[in-house]
């Protein structure tokens, strides 16, 4: 019987101290979660899978900057976004860039399934899936800085990797992919 009391005992004071622990969290003056200019937020991770088994590329998007690049192999000084979407076998391709002197371009095409085959090659090649999980970015940078790409395959397996302020891709990767979607077709006025 003694022990009884005992377990009651403890089990009350558990139930006491949890529900002090609850109601000091609730109390707790909120935190800002606004961004601070110049603040950086660094993330990686680390369960984030660097190899992918799928090759069956569903969606693609990808933002590059060269505005900052010293060589840019005739891709000119700009920003490029990419996207690419695969739907009932046809795929909508869509891109577009900007300068900063205001000169930008857009386009969008339908094309076969074979576009995303030739993308998941420029994946594999450049093996983007070793840089799954990274994450950073520095308030207050204007929008038009570092790269990001989201890679979702039909397998549910994605490749996530976001930096505002400068590039993960080499340059032959953002040539390959700039070339592909033919971003590139407009010559650059200088």
């Known amino acids: 019987m003694k022990w009884l009391y005992l377990g009651i005992g ?48 569903v969606e693609f998007q990808c933002k590059i900057s060269l505005l900052a690049s010293e060589d840019t192999e005739g891709l000119g000084h700009r920003v490029y976004t990419l996207d690419a979407s695969l739907k009932d076998g046809e795929v909508l391709v869509k891109y577009d860039w900007y300068q900063r002197q205001g000169e930008s371009d857009k386009a969008e095409y339908r094309t076969d399934a074979d576009f995303m085959v030739r993308l998941q090659k420029i994946a594999a090649a450049y ?46 990767a953002q040539k390959a992919l700039i070339t592909l979607f033919g971003a590139a077709t407009k010559p650059e006025k200088e």
Not at 21 to 34: D, G, H, K, L
Not at 45 to 56: F, G, L, M, N, R
Not at 136 to 146: C, E, I, K
């Open 10 to 57: 403890a089990a009350l004071a558990l139930t006491s101290i949890a529900g002090g622990i609850a109601a000091v969290c609730r109390r707790r003056a909120e935190q800002s979660t606004a961004p601070i200019d110049g603040g950086v937020v660094k993330r990686y991770w680390a369960d984030a899978p660097k190899v992918i088994e799928s090759t069956e590329i």
């Open 127 to 172: 093996d983007f899936a070793a840089h799954n999980g990274y994450y950073h970015t520095v308030s207050g940078l204007p929008d038009m800085y570092g790269e990001s790409l989201h890679i979702l395959y039909a397998s549910g397996e994605s490749i996530d990797v976001h930096d505002n302020q400068s590039g993960f891709l080499p340059s032959e």
